[in-house]
């Protein structure tokens, strides 16, 4: 069921605060005058504006948790274990399911509204087209969340697409890459992407929040383009050097197999599927633009060229 519940917004919490989302979130909530409390597992945070309160602590830890949500009107739960960062189906869960459960605990608990940051590889998953387990923890915790607002919980849902930064360290990793010049060949060059903003993300959880309508979920994609003119709009716009060289899907999709099966040994995760490689991200965010009440920035727009020098 969905309700209207217009959200008046004094003091929030952001999970994952201090990453590619959770960072333009923190600093765009502070620029509002919101009173921010920025939980996360690392204490770098040197980039979230003073007025930002950081709590280090696990979202797997519920103690610490609820007692960091105490007095917020919405928690904006970005945080997730994604490809790169984790390397076991028992990790994907802890921080999917486990840490939405956690979060959903303390928003309940704090008598707040949950925005939850999902992923529209949840809509891949429940197609058959990803098998992954980010897909399939992510589509969980999804239902999860849904569960709860059957039982009461406020909470509203936001899918992103392909999710890019514009800064250094804090971008993704093949736009952290293109930006450290270390970017020598391209990947499945032709496989076609939804790409949004980091920036544009956080401008639509919080209207997501503002707007307050429960039980609703956004999907949140920029215009469709293939992964090299992503990239090579985005070389433009920072004034760095575009790889000269690409690979396409049909080549990789061999190491790239061999890398997952052997990631129990490795202990380490590719940053993309094997499936996600072989299909295509196209995603229309232009419903949730329209009824949010934003529009997704220019690549053009975006990149700062100093920064990049």
Partial sequence: MVTNLPVSINKVLVTGATGIVG???CSKLAGLGIQVIAYSRNSYGS???????????????RAVLANAASGADVIFHVAAAVHGSESTLA????????GTANAIGA??????????VSTVNVEGFRTGALKDDYASTKARAEELVLDAVKDGLDAVIVRPATVFGSKSG?????????LSRSLRVLPAPSRMISPVWAGDLAVALIKAAELGIVGKTYTVAGPVMSTNDFVR??????GVPAPRMSIPAWAILGPLQLAWWSRRFTRWTPAVSVESVRSN????????????GFSYTPISEIFDRRQAR
């Fill in 281 to 292: 991200s196209i995603h229309d965010g232009n419903t949730a633009a329209s009824e949010l």
């Fill in 233 to 238: 709009t985005v070389s433009h716009a920072a």
């Fill in 107 to 116: 928003a309940l608990g704090a008598d707040a509204m949950m925005v939850h």
């Fill in 91 to 98: 990790g994907f869960e802890a921080m999917n399911v486990t």
């Fill in 170 to 178: 804090r971008a993704g990793q093949i736009v952290d890459r293109l």
């Fill in 47 to 61: 980039d979230l504006p003073a007025s930002v309160r950081h709590i280090r602590g696990d979202i797997l830890d």
């Fill in 23 to 25: 960072t333009p979130l």
